[in-house]
């Protein structure tokens, strides 16, 4: 070896060191090179100058600098380690969000798969015309018991009566329906006016025109039950044929939701001329009131005295079938309403005392805190829209009374316990990463709280703030504050 070999070698070595150091964590990169060439040079040192050194010396001397890559990778491992520690998703913001919108979307799905659920999005809420009416015999002992007969009817439509302009009639009957490959099975089929529904003033869904309908067969109705829960609302069942007793008929039609408010619990209507209803036993009339009869209309009920058509002694009631129930929307947003107003009552609607410092998140970090928050809100409103209709209609009847107190019930509950949540949740998000402070630590003594502050310490795993809240509140510690912390911390947090 010669001796001008030697400072070559020992900048070979340093290059070597160098290199390693590149693998090292940043913040611990240059303390470590440093460390490293401090040994390259003590172990020299030892092995007298370089002019003198040996091969073998500088065999040594490169293992040693090969080594430092050992220690470089370890390093790093350690450090990929701890970041994953500190890194870690449990108590993120994007987390919580994640959770979140897999509830929204767990119940959209069932809004989607549940037939009932997407019936009450598929079908409007649409009431009667106003002044359609439900005839019965003042007489009748139960408002539900068919109560009027067709030939009554038909002498009122012979008539010129004053207080109604438009006529129907309806008998209901158990009837045995066949539907080829669905289920089948005893009906309580209504033998009605053709004009029924269009004296009502509902349309029909899935409706079939006239001139494209069949006209060897009678025509059938089907209400949204059956339809719902015999088909699994499928709309492609308008047009088919079924045999209701020994009559084929074919669907031309889904009956409205209101059409529930008819007497009789129908489950549908087989559509006739007056002529080919039966004149035996009894059913139900609805009328179309004038304007002088919707004048007597009156809390929901009518008078109409027979008089007009000819002299009896019995007079008829009318109960009106324009009543309008409110539409799932209108629920939900009256429980989100109702839940908003009771929410000071369960929680605190204040986050904590920010500005007790100077040391203050930037504008883009409180937008971020405050867009985290609108942002909870609003799934948490989606996930209560239809969390709430997947409860009142998978298994009740779309619009029925029933449904409508279940969605209001589950709106306001699930609106006002999110809320609650929302705000409790916010309270314990760092102000600057927006994660959820942990370890939580007792300090002081509630008897020394006039004297000192006591309660609990909750520490940012960033490093970013620590959160007092206080043991008992005071008119000096009243709520919950954030405390910042400087550069001094950073060594305790450190990768």
């Known amino acids: 070896m010669t001796p001008q070999s030697g400072p070559v070698l020992h900048a070979v070595d340093r290059g070597l060191l160098c290199c390693a150091s590149f693998l090292v964590p940043q913040r611990q990169r240059a303390e470590w090179r440093l460390e490293w060439e401090s040994e390259l040079w003590h172990a020299r040192r030892l092995n007298g100058p370089s002019c003198m050194a040996s091969w073998r010396t500088e065999r040594r001397m490169a293992g040693f600098c090969l080594g430092a890559f050992r220690d470089a990778a370890c ?78 009817v038909r002498m009122w439509e012979r008539s010129s009566q004053r207080y109604a302009d438009g006529f129907a009639f309806y008998r209901v009957a158990q009837e045995a329906v066949e539907s080829g490959s669905h289920a089948g099975g005893t009906w309580r089929v209504a033998q009605a006016s053709s004009n029924l529904f269009t004296l009502a003033g509902w349309p029909l869904h899935y409706a079939i025109p006239r001139d494209k309908s069949r006209s060897d067969v009678a025509r059938v109705v089907l209400s949204e039950r059956v339809w719902r829960e015999q088909f699994g609302a499928n709309p492609k069942i308008a047009g088919t044929v079924l045999l209701v007793g020994s009559r084929p008929a074919q669907v031309v039609g889904i009956a409205p939701a209101d059409a529930w408010k008819l007497p009789g619990n129908g489950d549908a209507w087989l559509l006739e001329s007056d002529k080919e209803i039966d004149s035996h036993g009894r059913g139900y009339a609805v009328a179309h009131l004038t304007r002088s009869g919707r004048l007597e209309l009156w809390g929901g009920l009518v008078q109409i005295s027979s008089y007009d058509a000819q002299k009896s002694e019995h007079d008829f009631m009318g109960k009106s079938l324009d009543e309008q ?122 008897s020394r709280m006039f004297l000192a502050w006591s309660g609990t310490e909750l520490i940012c795993t960033g490093g970013h703030a620590l959160l007092h809240v206080p043991g008992l509140p005071t008119s000096w510690f009243s709520t919950q504050r954030w405390m910042y912390l400087d550069s001094s911390w950073d060594f305790l947090f450190a990768c």
């Open 325 to 446: 129930l409110p539409g799932p929307a209108s629920i939900f947003w009256f429980g989100v309403l109702l839940a908003f107003l009771a929410l000071p009552a369960i929680a605190s609607v204040s986050l904590a005392e920010y500005n007790f410092s100077s040391h203050k998140p930037s504008w883009m970090r409180r937008a971020m805190r405050v867009g985290f928050l609108g942002a909870k809100i609003v799934l948490i409103l989606a996930i209560a829209y239809f969390s709430s209709g997947d409860l009142a209609y998978w298994h009740s009847s779309v619009f029925s009374p029933p449904a409508v107190y279940i969605q209001w019930t589950a709106s306001f509950a699930i609106c006002l316990l999110g809320m609650r949540w929302a705000l409790l949740d916010q309270r314990q998000r760092c102000p600057v990463c927006l994660r959820r402070v942990s370890n939580p630590a007792q300090v002081g003594s509630v």
């Open 75 to 152: 390093l790093r491992r350690l450090w990929w380690q701890d970041r994953k520690s500190i890194a870690s998703p449990r108590g993120s913001a994007t987390l919580c969000l994640v959770w979140l919108g897999s509830l929204l979307l767990a119940s959209y799905l069932l809004s989607i798969l549940l037939p009932g659920v997407r019936a009450a999005h598929d079908l409007s809420n649409e009431p009667a015309r106003p002044g359609t009416i439900s005839i019965q015999d003042e007489g009748a002992e139960n408002s539900a018991d068919p109560s009027m007969t067709i030939d009554q």
